[in-house]
C-alpha cells in the first residue's frame, strides 16, 4: 500500500493529531500544574532534540559521516554562533569553510 492516496491519508492524520495535541495542551493548561523543576526539564530537552536533530542532519550523509568540509563548517558556524556574531556572519563563515575545504581537496 504505497502511493498518492496512502500519503495523502498520512498527512491527513498527522495533521490531525499535531492539532489535537496543541489543542490539548492549551485546554489542559490551566488544568495541570507543573512544578518549576518539570517546566524547566521540558523546556532542557526540546533543546537537546533540537541539538540532536541538527547535528544528526549536519554531521551524518545518510548513514555515513559527512566529509571533513561538511563538519568543519558545521564547527565553524557554532563557533561563531556561540561568539554571537550576526546571521549572515555565520552562514558566510561556514559556508567559505566548506568551500575552502573542497577547494583543497579535502571533502572527503
Sequence with gaps: MTGAPVLVAATLCLGAGTFALRIAGGLLRSR???????????AQGAAVLMTATV???????????AGVAR???VVVAAVLAWRRAPVVVVVLGAAGTAAVLRVL???A
Design 71 to 73: 563538519i568543519a563548517g
Design 55 to 65: 547535528a544528526t542532519a549536519a554531521l551524518l550523509d545518510g548513514r555515513e559521516p
Design 32 to 42: 495541570v500544574e507543573l512544578s518549576e523543576r518539570v517546566d524547566g526539564l521540558l
Design 105 to 107: 581537496g579535502w571533502a
